[in-house]
C-alpha cells in the first residue's frame, strides 16, 4: 500500500491526471477484496490490484471515461442493479462472484502561468497558489515550452515587452491566454499581432483586458478579476479540455455479452470471423455451440 501512496504522490507532484479504484463490496468468490486500490494511469496502464481477468478490464474502460467526463462512479460488476448513479456491468467470469468498485478520476490542479513581474502578476500568482493552484512565473526569457493545452496563461507585463510576450503566448497550445491591459492598449497589441501574421483564430483566443469587469483598480483587484475569470470559465469547461486517455478497441462476447477489449487472449475465429471473450469459459461454449450466440 505504500507503494500505490507513493506513486500517487509521484503523479499529483507532476500534474498528470489518473483515476483511483477501489474496491467498496464483494459477494461470493471474487479476487479482488474490499480496501484493494489501483491506480489507473491515462494510457491505461494499472499500479496495483483491482481483480481478476474480468474486472480489471472493465474498470480501466470505466475509470478511462471517468478521466474525460470527470465524474466518479459507482460500479457493480456481476449482478444487476437498478440504484440511480450506479453502473451495473454483467460478468460470466467462472467464480460467480460480484463486487462493487469506486472509481474517482483525480484531476490535476489548474495549471497558471504568468508572464511578467508586475504587482498584478505577483499577487495573481500569490492568490492563485492559495487557491492550491500550481503556479509559474516567466520572465523576459519567456520560456514557454512546458506550457501545454490544459495551462491557463496570463501575460501581465503591463507595458514592459508586452507584444513579445503575447507573441509568444499565442505560438503555445495554452487554453486560455489572457493579457492584463486597458481596451486601448489591448487594441493597439491585437493590431500589432495582426502585422506580424496572427490570424482570426489566434486574435479570438485573446482575453484582452484580462479578468471580469469588476471594476478593478488596484492591482490587487485586477488579480481577483483575473482569477474569477478563470475560475468561472474552469466550472463552465471552457478552459479545461478533456484529458487525452488511450481508449481500446472493444467487442461484445457474443455469449455474455460482456464488452471485453480486443487484445484479450480469448478469441475465436469462425467462418472468417474473430470473436472475443471475456474468460475461457465463455470462449469454450461458443466453441462448442456457436449457432445459439450469434445473431
Same mark, same amino acid.
Given at each position: 500500500m505504500t507503494e500505490l501512496f507513493d506513486a500517487i504522490a509521484a503523479l499529483r507532484r507532476a500534474g498528470k491526471p489518473f483515476a483511483l479504484a477501489?474496491? !467498496?463490496?464483494?459477494?461470493g468468490a471474487t479476487s479482488g477484496k474490499p480496501g484493494a486500490r489501483a491506480i489507473i494511469s491515462t494510457d491505461g496502464t494499472v499500479t496495483g490490484w483491482l481483480g481478476g481477468a474480468c474486472a480489471q478490464p472493465t474498470v480501466v474502460r470505466e475509470a478511462l471515461a471517468a478521466l474525460q467526463d470527470g465524474a466518479p462512479r459507482l460500479l457493480i460488476l456481476g449482478e444487476p442493479d437498478n440504484r440511480p448513479g450506479v453502473t451495473s456491468v454483467p460478468m460470466a467470469c467462472d467464480s460467480e462472484g460480484s463486487m462493487e468498485v469506486f472509481v474517482e478520476p483525480v484531476l490535476p490542479p489548474p495549471d497558471l502561468w504568468v508572464i511578467g513581474a508586475s504587482p498584478a502578476a505577483v499577487h495573481l500568482t500569490e492568490l492563485a497558489g492559495v487557491l492550491g493552484w500550481r503556479t509559474h512565473t516567466v520572465d523576459v526569457h519567456l520560456d514557454l515550452t512546458e506550457v501545454d493545452r490544459?495551462?491557463?496563461l496570463v501575460v501581465a507585463t503591463q507595458g514592459h515587452y508586452d507584444e513579445a510576450a503575447l507573441d509568444a503566448a499565442l505560438v503555445t497550445p495554452a487554453a486560455y !491566454?489572457? !493579457? !492584463?491591459?486597458s481596451r486601448k492598449r489591448a487594441a493597439g497589441l491585437t493590431e500589432w499581432l495582426r502585422e506580424q501574421g496572427h490570424d482570426d483564430d489566434a486574435m479570438a483566443r485573446i482575453h484582452a483586458p484580462a479578468g471580469l469587469d469588476l471594476g478593478a483598480t488596484s492591482h490587487e483587484e485586477i488579480a481577483v478579476a483575473i482569477l474569477a475569470e478563470l475560475v468561472a470559465l474552469? &466550472? &463552465?469547461g471552457a478552459a479545461s479540455p478533456p484529458v487525452e486517455v &488511450?481508449?481500446?478497441d472493444t467487442a461484445v462476447d457474443p455469449v455474455c455479452g460482456m464488452t471485453v477489449d480486443v487484445a484479450t487472449t480469448h478469441?475465436?475465429?469462425s467462418e472468417g470471423e474473430m470473436f472475443y471473450f471475456c474468460s475461457a469459459g465463455c470462449q469454450r461454449a461458443f466453441e462448442r455451440s456457436p449457432a445459439p450466440h450469434l445473431p
Open positions: 477501489t474496491v !467498496v463490496w464483494r459477494r490544459r495551462s491557463l !491566454v489572457g !493579457v !492584463v491591459a474552469r &466550472a &463552465a &488511450a481508449v481500446p478469441r475465436f475465429e
